[in-house]
């Protein structure tokens, strides 16, 4: 039975079952180290996501003989003075449209529920419509529940957001050091690699750098630009609320292919709202600046790194979103590119081999 290939594999499979059964019963003793990465998971990732937009910035100061330090520092004086002068220029619009649209939520809903009443009454829904169904009233209920819901989150949530804003607080700390140290991280990995695999390794380093520079770099220009197409065809076609729906776009459209249709959702519902042809010119802005997003910038920017299929995309945000919320919605398919540069890895130099053995 020793001899027996499937027998070996049997013993492997099992010990590696009874281990993590032992795993299981001793719990308690990893608790501790999932709190641990649960308060880190979120400043480091927000550091690692802005160490790859800043970086080609101190990089470039850096190469004109500036010390890396004062690169830094001079980046977050820069950063600073950018934000003050948005807020001062910016902020008043957008605090002003926020506030707008609170105080008109609730005639915005009569008037949603009234578009409704007239589409439904029109000649296109009459054949739908003829059996005397309440649809309408059912999607205002739905409606109201939605923002009664989102409004006692967002009232919830005070204490959740003051410990937010404290861990937000350490991530200027942690991009600094991660700015200036970079270099040693690959050196450090590399020193604790033998000697026969650190080619292999310092490529995959390479690699996994290439691919998270090129996707998070991209992903900021490709989104700035689809927001601001957005708002100014929002603008041309006199939406209101343009400056908050192209912001609020903005954050969805971080989400990869999910986030744009998630994006368009309020566009139209606010459109609809103004009238059944103003939601029509929203969808007209929102498509053509999405194929000029798909069509024209996407190959550009993103070349040939992204070489990730939209069913493998859909798949990874789904389940990053089940298991880490909105963090691992934003995290999936970084966490993807890195994993699958390991898997090669590994796969080349351990298993390559016995795969070809095996086959011929």
Known sequence: MLQSRFFRNSLKIIAVLLIIFLITKVSFLLNPLVSIVKILALPFMLAGFFYYTFRPIVNYMTGRNLNRSAAILLLYFVITGFLTVMILLVWPLLRTQVQNLMNNLPQMIHGFQTQLNELQESRLFNYIDSSGSDWTQNLTKYLDSGVTYVTNYLSNSLSAFTNLLFVLSTVPFILYYMLKESKKL?????????????????????????????????????????????????????????????????????????????????????????????????????????????????????????????????????????????????????????????????YRLFLQEKVEEFVE
Not at 201 to 226: E, N, P
Not at 238 to 244: A, D, E, F, H, I
């Open 186 to 346: 690959p050196k450090s990995v590399l020193k604790v690699t033998p000697r026969s695999y650190r080619r292999d390794v310092k490529k995959a380093l390479v690699d996994m750098d290439s691919a998270l520079s090129g996707y998070i770099v991209g992903r900021v220009i490709i989104t700035s630009l689809l927001a601001l197409m957005m708002y100014i065809g929002f603008l041309i076609i006199g939406l209101p609320y343009s400056l908050l729906l192209a912001v609020v776009s903005l954050f969805f459209n971080l989400i990869p292919y999910i986030g744009q249709f998630l994006g368009a959702v309020p566009c139209l519902i606010v459109g609809f709202i103004d009238s059944p042809t103003t939601a029509i010119w929203v969808l007209v802005v929102i498509l053509v600046a999405q194929q000029i997003e798909g069509n024209l910038l996407a190959p550009h920017i993103y070349g040939k790194r992204l070489d990730v299929h939209p069913l493998t995309t859909v798949v990874l945000v789904l389940v990053g979103g089940d298991l880490l919320g909105i963090v691992g919605i934003l995290a999936a398919l970084p966490i993807y590119l890195v994993v699958k540069i390991v898997v090669v890895l590994l």
